[in-house]
């Protein structure tokens, strides 16, 4: 008998090493992952490799970040768009109106396990959006036919 596909995760990072080591650590895991260090490659991945999930950090050095990536992913695959989960090392100081199109938000600060559950959590649960509990709680989603959240409104 087939078993299915682990679920691929797209990772976006500018920071090299955090992403391997995410990467790692979500592989031993079972996760399959895809790794990105600039937003318009990683757009280009989730269209490529339609990914269950996206991991976004917020900080991505240059004109854009998480936010923008988001947003326009959103914009550009509509229903279609895996859950987004923003990770950043800078979470408190994100404007609120900037987390709106993520599933979930998390903190760098989160233990790699603890931070593995609540990314498997978000992928797995119908109840999305979830934030870790020290963190600010971002806007509901309404679920689609399709089972994929889009905005409110």
Same mark, same amino acid.
């Given at each position: 008998?087939?078993?299915?596909? +682990?679920?691929?995760? !797209?990772? !976006? @990072?500018?920071?090299?090493?955090?992403? #391997?080591?995410?990467?790692?650590?979500?592989?031993?895991?079972?996760?399959?992952?895809?790794?990105?260090?600039?937003?318009?490659?990683?757009?280009?991945?989730?269209?490529?490799?339609?990914?269950?999930?996206?991991?976004?950090?917020?900080?991505?050095?240059?004109?854009?970040?998480?936010?923008?990536?988001?947003? +326009?992913? #959103?914009? +550009?695959?509509?229903?279609?768009?895996?859950?987004?989960?923003?990770?950043?090392?800078? !979470?408190? =100081?994100?404007?609120?109106?900037?987390?709106?199109?993520?599933?979930?938000?998390?903190?760098?600060?989160? @233990?790699?396990? =603890?931070?593995?559950?609540?990314?498997?959590?978000?992928?797995?649960?119908?109840? #999305?959006?979830?934030?870790?509990?020290?963190?600010?709680?971002?806007?509901?989603?309404?679920?689609?036919?399709?089972?994929?959240?889009?905005?409110?409104?």
């Amino acid at each position: 008998m087939t078993q299915p596909p +682990r679920p691929l995760l !797209l990772l !976006l @990072d500018d920071d090299e090493l955090w992403l #391997r080591s995410l990467s790692r650590r979500l592989r031993m895991e079972g996760y399959r992952t895809v790794t990105f260090g600039t937003a318009a490659e990683a757009l280009d991945g989730i269209a490529e490799h339609e990914p269950d999930l996206c991991v976004i950090d917020y900080l991505l050095g240059g004109d854009q970040d998480g936010s923008d990536v988001a947003f +326009r992913a #959103r914009d +550009r695959f509509g229903d279609a768009c895996p859950p987004l989960v923003l990770v950043s090392g800078t !979470l408190e =100081q994100v404007p609120t109106d900037r987390l709106r199109p993520f599933d979930g938000t998390y903190g760098k600060d989160l @233990d790699a396990r =603890q931070l593995v559950a609540e990314i498997t959590a978000t992928l797995t649960s119908g109840d #999305r959006p979830r934030s870790h509990s020290r963190l600010r709680p971002i806007d509901r989603r309404d679920p689609t036919p399709t089972g994929r959240f889009r905005q409110k409104g």
